[in-house]
């Protein structure tokens, strides 16, 4: 769809624009506040520093960031064989011109990310908790959601956007701590050495300012990060050509009470579903950083016809009960018949809880490189990566096993 990725570089424009100016705005504030006679100008030179070498790590190392904040962890095929396949089916199905990289997120918490500079360049991030609840088609629904999200051209506009609202948030809270510990250090400084009422205005919207910059920004951020979800939402469909399995994985992901504790404000609109939610609290529609999990799960389920754009769109408008169309002109005028699968029944699926809870733990310590020992007993032995020993012995049976080296 050429019109969303079209769309997608005039609101990474306006994006840069308007947080520019809330930068640059700061910057004159807080700099005047700090010094009277030089400080604005001075601010100001400061902030386009501070511009300049964040376009430079949001193009260059954004996504890195992202991911290291996220304590994501690289991993080859041999720690989840099935999350690669997947992968690769669906880069295949969108025809990404190179296989993301893989990432696995040492959490319980079930969800899933997508980050990179562009198509060439990008990595798909999920949480070991997620691998261990899905059976694989709701694994795929999931993987082409985020797979439609580097098609669309989300990502490089979503890791720009979490960068320069990091920024932002980054420069009022050290303005606004520094001035707390400098009142409780100092005291206060008479109104005519510092520049009189004049000055004292200039404090006020400074400090008015860093509180709201960030406010605004988030709530920029997070208006432009909902759309994307129903986007990604009919792009994934159209992938799998199976909208339960997507359904399903929401479901799952939504009824889990278990928490990110790697995700941040800045981060949480990258993920499949909101990881900052607090059970017993709902967001207000401009604080949330996704659309209603329960319409995304409704729409879905109402595709009773197709897979196609269109068909979402007829979902999105029954449900929604509005006709404001959320898929782009191009994609609403190919009527391409693309029927709807059947599941792959019991494949993949997790037997009970008990089970799930071991996958869980095999993965986690998989990801933390642990090497797993089989002994003819029965006993699976988990050596950590730190051992320097070059036999163990089995704690149950005695025997004598070789350590992979």
Same mark, same amino acid.
């Given at each position: 769809?050429?019109?969303?990725?079209?769309?997608?570089?005039?609101?990474? /424009?306006?994006?840069?624009?308007?947080? %520019?100016?809330?930068?640059?705005?700061?910057?004159?504030?807080?700099?005047?506040?700090?010094?009277?006679?030089?400080?604005?100008?001075?601010?100001?030179?400061?902030?386009?520093?501070?511009? /300049?070498?964040?376009?430079?790590?949001?193009?260059?190392?954004?996504?890195?960031?992202?991911?290291?904040?996220?304590?994501?962890?690289?991993?080859?095929?041999?720690?989840?064989?099935?999350?690669?396949?997947?992968?690769?089916?669906?880069?295949?199905?969108?025809?990404?011109?190179?296989?993301?990289?893989?990432?696995?997120?040492?959490?319980?918490?079930?969800?899933?990310?997508?980050?990179?500079?562009?198509?060439?360049?990008?990595?798909?991030?999920? %949480?070991?908790?997620?691998?261990?609840?899905?059976?694989?088609?709701?694994?795929?629904?999931?993987?082409?959601?985020? %797979?439609?999200?580097?098609?669309?051209? @989300?990502?490089?506009?979503?890791?720009?956007?979490?960068?320069?609202?990091?920024?932002? !948030?980054?420069?009022?809270?050290?303005?606004?701590?520094?001035?707390?510990?400098?009142?409780?250090?100092?005291?206060?400084?008479?109104?005519?050495?510092?520049?009189?009422?004049?000055?004292?205005?200039?404090?006020?919207?400074?400090?008015?300012?860093?509180?709201?910059?960030?406010? /605004?920004?988030?709530?920029?951020?997070?208006?432009?990060?909902?759309?994307?979800?129903?986007?990604?939402?009919?792009?994934?469909?159209?992938?799998?050509?199976?909208?339960?399995?997507?359904?399903?994985?929401?479901?799952?992901?939504?009824?889990?009470?278990?928490?990110?504790?790697?995700?941040?404000? !800045?981060?949480?609109?990258?993920?499949?579903?909101?990881?900052?939610?607090?059970?017993?609290?709902?967001?207000?529609?401009?604080?949330?950083?996704?659309?209603?999990?329960?319409?995304?799960?409704?729409?879905?389920?109402?595709?009773?016809?197709?897979?196609?754009?269109? @068909?979402?769109?007829?979902?999105?408008?029954?449900?929604?009960?509005?006709?404001?169309?959320?898929?782009?002109?191009?994609?609403?005028?190919?009527?391409?018949?693309?029927?709807?699968?059947?599941?792959?029944?019991?494949?993949?699926?997790?037997?009970?809880?008990?089970?799930?809870?071991?996958?869980?733990? @095999?993965?986690?310590?998989?990801?933390?490189?642990? @090497?797993?020992?089989?002994? !003819?007993?029965?006993?699976?032995?988990?050596?950590?990566?730190?051992?320097?020993?070059?036999?163990?012995?089995?704690?149950?049976?005695?025997?004598?096993?070789?350590?992979?080296?």
């Amino acid at each position: 769809m050429w019109e969303l990725i079209q769309a997608n570089k005039r609101k990474s /424009f306006f994006l840069f624009i308007g947080m %520019t100016i809330l930068l640059l705005l700061l910057g004159y504030f807080i700099g005047s506040a700090v010094n009277p006679y030089s400080g604005g100008i001075t601010g100001i030179v400061i902030a386009l520093i501070i511009l /300049f070498i964040l376009n430079m790590i949001s193009h260059f190392s954004g996504s890195k960031i992202l991911l290291a904040v996220s304590n994501a962890k690289e991993v080859t095929k041999k720690v989840h064989p099935q999350l690669f396949n997947v992968v690769e089916e669906m880069r295949i199905a969108s025809n990404l011109p190179a296989m993301p990289k893989i990432y696995i997120i040492n959490s319980p918490a079930p969800n899933a990310f997508a980050t990179g500079r562009n198509p060439k360049n990008s990595a798909i991030a999920v %949480t070991a908790g997620l691998l261990s609840m899905l059976n694989r088609d709701e694994l795929q629904g999931v993987v082409a959601h985020e %797979t439609s999200h580097i098609l669309n051209r @989300d990502i490089r506009f979503m890791t720009y956007a979490s960068i320069m609202l990091g920024t932002i !948030v980054l420069i009022s809270e050290v303005f606004l701590r520094g001035m707390f510990y400098s009142s409780l250090a100092g005291g206060r400084r008479s109104s005519s050495s510092r520049g009189g009422q004049g000055q004292l205005i200039i404090m006020i919207i400074a400090i008015a300012l860093s509180i709201l910059a960030p406010l /605004f920004a988030t709530l920029l951020y997070f208006a432009i990060s909902r759309k994307r979800e129903y986007l990604a939402d009919a792009s994934a469909v159209r992938l799998t050509r199976y909208p339960e399995g997507l359904a399903s994985a929401l479901e799952k992901i939504a009824g889990s009470h278990e928490e990110l504790k790697t995700a941040t404000k !800045v981060t949480a609109p990258l993920y499949i579903n909101n990881p900052l939610k607090r059970k017993g609290r709902k967001a207000s529609s401009l604080q949330s950083t996704h659309p209603p999990i329960h319409e995304r799960i409704k729409i879905l389920r109402n595709m009773a016809h197709g897979a196609n754009f269109s @068909d979402y769109q007829e979902a999105f408008s029954n449900v929604k009960g509005s006709v404001k169309p959320i898929i782009p002109a191009s994609g609403l005028t190919d009527h391409e018949d693309i029927q709807i699968r059947k599941g792959e029944a019991g494949k993949g699926k997790i037997k009970n809880a008990r089970q799930s809870k071991r996958n869980l733990e @095999d993965l986690m310590l998989n990801v933390d490189r642990y @090497d797993f020992i089989n002994c !003819v007993c029965g006993l699976k032995m988990k050596v950590p990566p730190g051992y320097s020993g070059n036999e163990i012995l089995c704690p149950r049976c005695g025997r004598k096993h070789k350590t992979i080296k």
